[in-house]
């Protein structure tokens, strides 16, 4: 079972930037597509962006011109830049990956909190 393990979450100021990180336990990342979601508090979890084995990457609407996912093989990381935070973006950001479409999104991290400040 793979493990994937959160970091860089914090507290920033609107209009600040954090930059989170996705660890795996093993070397997957060329192999499987990595998912950025994240859950406000009573809200439900959404997806915030994606990078595939291909490295094709897609991030939601919200985010778009903000945030930017990439990959990093070597370290077996997957990243998520953030930039301009607003009040909105704070939430339990997770990581998750899957190796196809049809296929439910598994090995999900521990979550790190990400809160910006108006």
């Known amino acids: 079972q793979v493990q994937l393990v959160e970091s860089g979450g914090g507290l920033v100021q609107a209009g600040g930037s954090l930059r989170l990180s996705c660890a795996a336990s093993?070397?997957?990342?060329?192999?499987?597509?990595v998912g950025w979601f994240r859950q406000a508090p009573g809200k439900q979890r959404e997806w915030v962006a994606f990078?595939?084995?291909?490295?094709?990457?897609n991030h939601t609407d919200s985010v778009q011109g903000r945030f930017t996912i990439s990959r990093d093989n070597a370290k077996n990381t997957v990243s998520l830049q953030m930039n301009s935070l607003k009040p909105e973006d704070t939430a339990v950001y997770y990581c998750?990956?899957?190796?196809?479409?049809?296929?439910?999104?598994?090995?999900w991290g521990q979550g790190t909190q990400v809160t910006v400040s108006s």
């Open positions: 998750a990956a899957r190796r196809f479409p049809w296929v439910p999104w598994g090995s």
């Open positions: 093993v070397s997957i990342f060329s192999t499987n597509t």
């Open positions: 990078i595939s084995s291909g490295g094709r990457k």
